[in-house]
């Protein structure tokens, strides 16, 4: 059949890309500049941190000391004191018990899930959760039944409807569309009353909720919980890259033992590590940038819903704005990135309710000048259609 050298195995991709280019849904990769005159509120850089001297510098020098990669899974040659000294300190800030590092956020969802569950299992799983806990969920094998958006009760009833089942809960604890923050004490409750564990991916919260940015589960008195089990990204407030679970001791043992993505993925980068760790130490000494990082995402959202534009309220750093198609928030990016702005462009699959939007994160390094500047661009690039 496909002897024709015109024809090939994978023609059909080019009718998914008509497809996609006729709904305003084309993704491309623009590779960004080592400098740029750009305001970035499109990246998850909470705090600030990604370019900080103290940061970059403990990144070089770690990768100076133990090499520019891990060399192997962690299992193997791949994890080092540094690792260790990470989680011992991530472990202690966030108030848990014990912590294991990833090599991103995305696989530490993915090990919690798989390795905490299976064939056995129910997993209940917000409908807004991300994309990785969706993946995690396919692939552990356990049922899973997805309920409405920030309902503890469903949560309940679904519970209750299976009470001999090994169960869990997950949750984000900030949704990364809209910026809105899970009922943590209500959904814990709910899994308290039936037994079940509680999974929370607070790689939104880290650094921006909490006391001093220690988090979500913090803030809600959940951090150190027998129950209760966190992902973590390195990526966002810490302004380096990888993931963590936190939790009991004996989960994290378990993990080691169980996770596939811990056990046959190459260890998280020295260099990656270092700069986790130094932001770590950066944000006990100043405990403020949290705080700040709030203040602006909530004067962005104030400013931009007094100018007439529908804005979520924002929980943690992200404010979504909506735009009134796929195709017009693209347009509106890119006129934003024209003037000299940089921001987040969701649009379907990538939201589950459908509604495109813009994507502010806000960063705590941003002051009033700057705050001023980004509201008055998107205003002015804004499309007629509110």
Request: aromatic share 4%; proline share 5%; with cysteine.
């Amino acid at each position: 059949m496909y002897g024709d050298t015109h024809r090939t195995p994978f023609d059909w991709t080019d009718a998914e890309a008509r497809r996609r280019e006729e709904a305003g849904l084309v993704r491309t990769l623009r590779p960004r500049a080592a400098e740029s005159d750009l305001m970035d509120l499109a990246g998850n850089d909470y705090l600030g941190l990604t370019r900080r001297p103290e940061i970059t510098e403990a990144a070089a020098a770690a990768a100076r000391r133990w090499g520019a990669g891990a060399t192997g899974s962690r299992l193997v040659t791949g994890s080092t004191e540094l690792h260790a000294e990470l989680e011992r300190e991530l472990a202690d800030f966030c108030g848990f018990e014990a912590a294991l590092v990833f090599s991103s956020g995305y696989a530490a969802n993915l090990a919690a899930l798989t390795a905490l569950t299976g064939p056995d299992g129910l997993i209940v799983s917000d409908a807004g959760n991300h994309a990785s806990i969706v993946d995690g969920c396919r692939l552990s094998r356990a049922e899973t039944a997805v309920v409405p958006h920030a309902d503890p009760e469903a949560v309940r009833k679904t519970l209750q409807a299976h009470p001999e089942r090994r169960a869990l809960c997950v949750s984000d604890s900030v949704f990364s569309v809209d910026g809105d923050a899970a009922p943590l004490q209500a959904l814990a409750a709910a899994c308290r009353a039936y037994g079940a564990a509680l999974v929370v991916d607070d790689a939104h919260g880290l650094g921006v909720l909490g006391q001093g940015g220690r988090g979500a589960l913090h803030a809600a008195g959940l951090a150190g919980d027998a129950d209760v089990v966190a992902t973590v990204t390195l990526s966002k407030s810490l302004g380096s890259q990888g993931g963590a679970i936190l939790g009991p001791a004996r989960v994290v043992a378990h993990l080691v033992n169980a996770a596939r993505t811990f056990i046959f993925d190459t260890g998280l980068a020295p260099a990656a590590a270092g700069a986790a760790l130094a932001s770590l130490r950066l944000l006990r000494e100043e405990p403020e940038l949290a705080g700040r990082a709030r203040t602006v995402a909530a004067t962005l959202h104030r400013l931009l819903t007094e100018a007439g534009l529908s804005a979520a309220r924002p929980d943690a750093a992200v404010v979504s704005v909506r735009a009134p198609s796929p195709q017009a928030a693209l347009g509106w990016a890119a006129d934003c990135r024209e003037q000299g702005l940089a921001v987040g462009c969701f649009r379907p699959p990538s939201v589950p309710d459908g509604i495109s939007r813009l994507r502010l994160t806000a960063r705590a390094d941003l002051d009033d000048e700057q705050i001023g500047a980004a509201v008055s661009t998107i205003l002015r690039t804004a499309p007629s259609e509110k």
